[in-house]
């Protein structure tokens, strides 16, 4: 299993981004998937969920109305839009998998940093 | 919205001693949605421990879950040289849908 993040760099504010996250070693298609974000030296923040067919969406209050996820399942690939960028989203980017069988993240990547800064 | 507290902020202990880490929910919560993680510096989290008690897969014995409602805890038997490192607990809500992490607890080698 590996996911690999890209896309993180150095953004002014209210600018766009878009992070993806290519996946491979499972079934993409059949997992939901997160974004968790860490911001420098400080904790972990769950972002956004998206289920295995994209049909569904749920986000962090913090990033509601700027922040899309979506997944191309035949790409393999999640992704993360992201607008109306503040500084307080200055933060590794980590996209990571469901496990099935809990209500948990069972694997993750290593993350793509996003530094907005005027 | 559910909050977790974690306690203690950071816990200095010596390779072979026992770890005693709590999470506490500020209201109570399904054992089945409780999961800990740990992250080791410049890498990112791994699942240890879900449905507050299962360690996942590779997981040593020596990492254990227990805990119900509000209160629950992590405990390591005998800290490795390589159990040094930040732990949080995570909980997942349903209605919406969503993740709640502690602020994490950082254990140090004394």
């Known amino acids: 299993v590996q996911l690999v993040e890209s896309g993180g760099d150095v953004v002014q504010p209210g600018r766009s981004l878009r992070l993806s996250c290519a996946v491979s070693g499972f079934t993409f298609k059949t997992y939901g998937m997160h974004w968790v974000r860490q911001a420098p030296g400080k904790g972990l923040e769950w972002v956004t969920v998206i289920s295995f067919d994209g049909s569904n969406t749920y986000y962090a209050d913090s990033v509601k109305g700027r922040f899309t996820v979506s997944r191309d399942n035949s790409k393999n690939t999640l992704y993360l839009q992201m607008s109306s960028l503040r500084a307080e989203d200055t933060a590794l980017y980590y996209c990571a998998r469901e496990s099935p069988s809990s209500v948990s993240l069972d694997y993750w990547g290593q993350g793509t940093l996003v530094t907005v800064s005027s | 919205d559910i909050e977790l507290a974690q306690s203690p902020g950071t816990l200095s202990l010596s390779p072979g001693e026992r770890a005693t880490l709590s999470c506490r929910a500020s209201?109570?919560?399904?054992?089945?949605?409780l999961a800990w993680y740990q992250q080791k510096p410049g890498q990112a989290p791994t699942l240890l421990i879900y449905?507050?008690?299962t360690r996942a897969t590779g997981i040593p014995d020596r990492f254990s879950g227990s805990g119900s409602g509000t209160d629950f805890t992590l405990t390591i038997s005998r800290l490795e040289p390589e159990d040094f490192a930040v732990y949080y607990c995570?909980?997942?809500?349903?209605?919406?849908?969503?993740?709640?992490f502690g602020p994490g607890t950082k254990v140090d080698i004394k």
């Open positions: 209201q109570s919560v399904s054992s089945t949605y």
């Open positions: 995570q909980h997942y809500g349903s209605s919406p849908p969503k993740f709640t």
């Open positions: 449905g507050a008690s």
